[in-house]
Antibody, heavy 126, light 105 residues
Framework: QVTLRESGPALVKPTQTLTLTCTFS??????????VSWIRQPPGKALEWLVL???????YYSTSLKTRLTISKDTSKNQVVLTMTNMDPVDTATYYC??????????????????WGQGTMVTVSS | DIQMTQSPSTLSASVGDRVTITCRAS??????LAWYQQKPGKAPKLLIY???SLESGVPSRFSGSGSGTEFTLTISSLQPDDFATYYC????????FGPGTKVDI
């Protein structure tokens, strides 16, 4: 069974750096064509894709947030870590991690998100 | 960046109704489009990928069609469990979600 679970602080202050961890099981991020993304959703609003990391450790970032995001993976722990700098109240959202299979991003083949974590709500407030 | 639109933004329907949601892209996606269902407080659930392929375990009353820039999600006979928000998402070039369509009673 494939599962993903997000963890991290529920509250951060403006200008702080947010670090979120996605811990997964049931698949390996060393398997060819496997990818994990972070996606967020502000309260009452639509979904926004943030960043993807693939099995080959290539990383792809949202154009609008590229300068603030960093993604990394620890394959021994089955974890993907997202950091987002200079947090602002508009970054208040539920943050999800999700898996993509059949993902060959370097060849322009991306894939749908077939399994999602339950999400973690992050509030940015002083 | 590819922009996505959905119509309608809200849809009021009854159990048993046939429901159609339209999604349009700002440029051709070929068939690289997915549909998700999201219920309040829950993560999105993949329904359809590659425009018309039904995800395993998803009821056959859900279907998708289209290619290029215009796509539709159809629910053939709306069930009580189907009242939710539906999002389209392109994955032709990175990822972009549509603004969502809320299906309510």
């Amino acid at each position: 069974q494939v599962t993903l679970r997000e963890s991290g602080p529920a509250l951060v202050k403006p200008t702080q750096t947010l670090t979120l961890t996605c811990t997964f099981s049931g698949f390996s991020l060393t398997t060819s064509a496997m990818c994990v993304s972070w996606i967020r959703q502000p309260p009452g609003k639509a979904l926004e894709w943030l960043v993807l990391i693939d099995w080959d450790d290539d990383k792809y970032y949202s154009t609008s947030l590229k300068t603030r995001l960093t993604i990394s993976k620890d394959t021994s722990k089955n974890q993907v870590v997202l950091t987002m700098t200079n947090m602002d109240p508009v970054d208040t959202a539920t943050y999800y991690c999700a898996r993509t299979t059949g993902c060959m991003a370097s060849a322009g083949i991306w894939g749908a998100f077939d399994v999602w974590g339950q999400g973690t709500m992050v509030t940015v407030s002083s | 960046d590819i922009q996505m639109t959905q119509s309608p933004s809200t849809l009021s329907a009854s159990v048993g109704d046939r429901v159609t949601i339209t999604c349009r892209a700002s440029q051709s996606l070929s068939s690289w489009l997915a549909w998700y269902q999201q219920k309040p407080g829950k993560a999105p659930k993949l329904l359809i990928y590659k425009a018309s392929s039904l995800e395993s375990g998803v009821p056959s009353r859900f279907s998708g069609s289209g290619s290029g820039t215009e796509f539709t999600l159809t629910i053939s006979s709306l069930q009580p469990d189907d009242f939710a928000t539906y999002y389209c998402q392109q994955y032709n070039s990175y990822f972009t979600f549509g603004p969502g369509t809320k299906v309510d009673i």
